[in-house]
């Protein structure tokens, strides 16, 4: 069997790596349109703080692929696929046949259009290539201030290690606080507490309406028309699924492209994973839920029979701005009748911890500062618990 996958992020790596585990024999032929080996996203901005090196970057060199006998073409777009015949084009060569396909394209960042869409100094943070392209700018043009659009985690994280390089680093929240999507306003305030005490200047429950100057970023202006200087923009506001291949190709795709519970898209033989997929009504975004996609996918190229695809429980955990945060679930854990929260603070520390049991399961949880045993709760996320346990694992 001969299997085709388009994209090497975590989701198209962690396909071929489970393949290739289980069966030695089969044929992987994998693509990528940037021009590296399969690397982590989430120290790009460690490496624009010069604190991570391009190689350190790598999780698999090219060798990898030879060693473990799969066909790695990076550089390369796919542009087409036929469904019928069974092949995908390349930009510029011979088409490629398949027995299974698997799309692992990822996403792309979200940009709000403002004015000048060339405008020198607006940025998004994705891939390697925007990571390079923004060091530059701030060394070029010797940025003193950097303004990020979006409070999420990368918007954090990224103005965290830019704040190494650049003298004054904003985050601007459209939402009362940061984190919305993940924190409820007692935990996103500590974490703001922290921030501020790291040099980050926080704005909150403020949009961007304009970004100011003609040819280079000069500043922004706010949506009650408060004009903020500064050298350069960067929009981190979520992810837009890439769903172009899939749908000029005659797949069916809404917000992602559209898969059922064995990660097959609307054509059997070809599957998708990570970023791109939208299952029911979710896409997530994450790289847990990219590895449990890629790794269903596999079991079901494979003929192994598996379960039927749960939705991954939206779960991260990072170190965001230097201080441990691990969130499970997406809404903001609060008592309701038939649910228990059990909570521990301590505000020397910054530490947060907040954990939502609804009959018996593990629904939500916060875990903000040092300590906490985030590795135990993500283990338990979405399982039946011992509240007893779980209050003293809260207050260990
Ligand atoms: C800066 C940053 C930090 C992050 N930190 C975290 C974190 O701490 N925790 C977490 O859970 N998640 C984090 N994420 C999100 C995480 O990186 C994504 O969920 C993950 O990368 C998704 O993997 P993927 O393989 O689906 O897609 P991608 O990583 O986007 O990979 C898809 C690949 O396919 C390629 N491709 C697309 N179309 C084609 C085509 N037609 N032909 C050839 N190649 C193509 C793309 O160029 C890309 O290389 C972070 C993301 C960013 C940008």
């Given at each position: 069997?001969?299997?085709i996958i388009i994209?090497a992020?975590?989701a198209?790596?962690?396909?071929?790596?489970?393949l290739?585990?289980?069966d030695?024999n089969?044929?992987?032929?994998?693509?990528?349109?940037?021009p590296?080996?399969?690397?982590?996203?989430?120290?790009?901005p460690?490496?624009?703080?010069?604190e991570?090196s391009?190689?350190?970057?790598?999780?698999?060199?090219?060798?990898?692929y030879?060693?473990?006998?799969i066909?790695f073409?990076?550089?390369?777009e796919?542009?087409?696929?036929?469904?019928n015949?069974?092949l995908?084009?390349?930009k510029?060569?011979?088409?490629?046949?398949y027995d299974k396909?698997v799309?692992?394209?990822?996403?792309?960042?979200?940009k709000l259009?403002?004015?000048?869409?060339d405008?020198?100094?607006?940025f998004a943070l994705?891939?390697i290539a925007?990571?390079?392209?923004i060091?530059?700018f701030?060394?070029?043009?010797k940025?003193?201030?950097?303004f990020i659009?979006?409070?999420?985690?990368?918007?954090?994280?990224?103005?965290?290690?830019?704040?190494?390089i650049?003298?004054k680093v904003?985050?601007?929240?459209i939402?009362p606080?940061l984190l919305?999507r993940q924190?409820?306003d007692?935990?996103?305030k500590?974490l703001?507490?922290?921030?501020?005490?790291?040099?980050?200047e926080l704005?909150?429950?403020?949009?961007?309406s304009?970004?100011?100057?003609?040819?280079?970023?000069k500043?922004?202006?706010?949506q009650?028309?408060?004009?903020i200087?500064?050298d350069?923009?960067?929009q981190?506001?979520?992810?837009i699924?890439?769903t172009?291949?899939a749908?000029?190709?005659g797949l069916?795709?809404?917000?992602?492209?559209?898969v059922n519970?064995f990660?097959?898209s609307?054509?059997s033989?070809v599957?998708?994973?990570g970023?791109?997929?939208?299952?029911g009504?979710k896409?997530?975004g994450?790289i847990?839920a990219s590895?449990?996609?890629?790794?269903q996918?596999?079991?079901?190229?494979?003929?192994e029979?598996?379960?039927p695809y749960k939705?991954s429980?939206w779960?991260?955990r990072l170190k965001?701005?230097?201080?441990?945060?691990?969130c499970i679930?997406?809404?903001?854990?609060e008592a309701?009748?038939?649910a228990?929260?059990?909570e521990?603070?301590?505000?020397?520390?910054?530490?947060?911890?907040k954990?939502?049991?609804?009959?018996?399961v593990?629904?939500?949880?916060?875990?903000?500062?040092?300590g906490?045993?985030s590795?135990?709760?993500m283990?338990?996320?979405g399982?039946q618990?011992?509240p007893?346990?779980?209050?003293?694992?809260v207050?260990e």
């Open positions: 069997m001969k299997v994209g992020g975590v198209g790596q962690t396909v071929a790596e489970t290739r585990r289980k030695k089969i044929e992987i032929v994998m693509f990528t349109d940037e590296h080996p399969y690397y982590s996203r989430i120290f790009l460690h490496y624009i703080a010069k991570r391009l190689e350190k970057l790598y999780t698999r060199k090219e060798k990898w030879f060693e473990n006998n066909d073409y990076s550089n390369i796919i542009s087409r696929i036929d469904l015949d069974k995908v084009y390349p510029k060569s011979k088409p490629f046949s396909l799309l692992a394209v990822g996403s792309s960042a979200r259009a403002f004015g000048n869409p405008i020198k100094g607006n994705r891939t925007d990571a390079q392209k060091q530059q701030v060394q070029d043009n940025v003193k201030h950097a659009i979006g409070g999420g985690l990368l918007g954090i994280e990224l103005g965290f290690h830019l704040k190494k650049v003298s904003n985050i601007c929240e939402a606080h919305p924190l409820d007692e935990t996103a500590v703001q507490t922290y921030l501020k005490s790291q040099g980050l704005i909150l429950g403020q949009s961007v304009e970004i100011l100057g003609e040819k280079q970023v500043g922004v202006e706010s009650d028309g408060v004009k200087e500064a350069m923009v960067l981190q506001l979520g992810i699924p890439n172009e291949l749908k000029n190709s069916e795709t809404q917000k992602g492209i559209i519970e990660m097959q609307s054509n033989d599957y998708a994973v970023d791109c997929v939208q299952f009504e896409i997530w994450i847990p590895m449990e996609q890629a790794k996918a596999a079991a079901h190229i494979l003929n029979n598996p379960e939705p429980v779960n991260t965001i701005a230097g201080i441990d945060l691990t679930g997406l809404s903001s854990p309701e009748e038939g228990t929260l059990y521990y603070k301590r505000h020397d520390t910054y530490t947060c911890r954990v939502l049991i609804r009959n018996n593990l629904t939500n949880a916060i875990l903000l500062g040092p906490a045993d590795k135990y709760f283990k338990k996320a399982k618990v011992d007893k346990e779980i209050d003293e694992k207050h």
